[in-house]
T-cell receptor
Framework: GAGVSQTPSNKVTEKGKYVELRCDPISGHTALYWYRQSLGQGPEFLIYFQGTGAADDSGLPNDRFFAVRPEGSVSTLKIQRTERGDSAVYLC????????????FGPGTRLTVL | AQSVTQPDIHITVSEGASLELRCNYSYGATPYLFWYVQSPGQGLQLLLKYFSGDTLVQGIKGFEAEFKRSQSSFNLRKPSVHWSDAAEYFCAVGGLEYGNKLVFGAGTILRVKS
């Protein structure tokens, strides 16, 4: 079956612009996670959804970052007024339920802010 | 603070030699422990996981890991490394004590020499 997909695979933008990153989880997975991986680092948690609601957004670095999951499936991570420090690979993962179930990761979106 | 330490940034082993990658976590009475592998341009793939029970867990590709509560460690091992094992390996901790999200270490890059 299809795994987690993320679009676009690469995004280059200019400082100050707005970007949207999309995640399609595995069908039937109720939990969806966003992580950010900077060069030479492990993934860092941003936010996770259980269903449509954000269960924990404590990892979002500031109010320029926002994520939605309106129908409990596809999620969009939105970044306003991008800064060069936002450049990283943004990873999405999904699991059947939050907690014990394995998180399956997508290939990531590489964001470059010039 | 919740943290995972992988003390070795790079490890080089000869093909056919044994391998041990170290991982320590900061706290938790009942952590869920994971090892993921990431090849260049690929997403994170789960190698193995520990939730409870037998402290020696077997994973895919001939890997195993041992949970030692007294040392807060979850080291990954393989008796005989293959050239295709060259990749970056991440240890992660999750579970209720970690808010159902994964906290990753910084990763260990494995190089295999022939």
């Amino acid at each position: 079956g299809a795994g987690v997909s993320q679009t676009p695979s690469n995004k280059v933008t200019e400082k100050g612009k707005y970007v949207e990153l999309r995640c399609d989880p595995i069908s039937g997975h109720t939990a969806l996670y966003w992580y950010r991986q900077s060069l030479g680092q492990g993934p860092e948690f941003l936010i996770y959804f259980q269903g449509t609601g954000a269960a924990d957004d404590s990892g979002l670095p500031n109010d320029r970052f926002f994520a939605v999951r309106p129908e409990g499936s596809v999620s969009t991570l939105k970044i306003q007024r991008t800064e060069r420090g936002d450049s990283a690979v943004y990873l999405c993962a999904s699991s059947l339920l939050a907690g014990k179930d394995e998180q399956f990761f997508g290939p990531g979106t590489r964001l470059t802010v010039l | 603070a919740q943290s995972v330490t992988q003390p070795d940034i790079h490890i080089t082993v000869s093909e056919g030699a044994s391998l041990e990658l170290r991982c320590n976590y900061s706290y938790g009475a009942t952590p869920y422990l994971f090892w993921y592998v990431q090849s260049p341009g690929q997403g994170l793939q789960l190698l193995l996981k520990y939730f409870s029970g037998d402290t020696l867990v077997q994973g895919i590709k001939g890997f195993e890991a041992e949970f030692k509560r007294s040392q807060s460690s979850f080291n990954l091992r393989k008796p005989s490394v293959h050239w295709s094992d060259a990749a970056e390996y991440f240890c992660a901790v999750g579970g209720l004590e970690y808010g159902n999200k994964l906290v990753f270490g910084a990763g260990t890059i494995l190089r295999v020499k022939s």
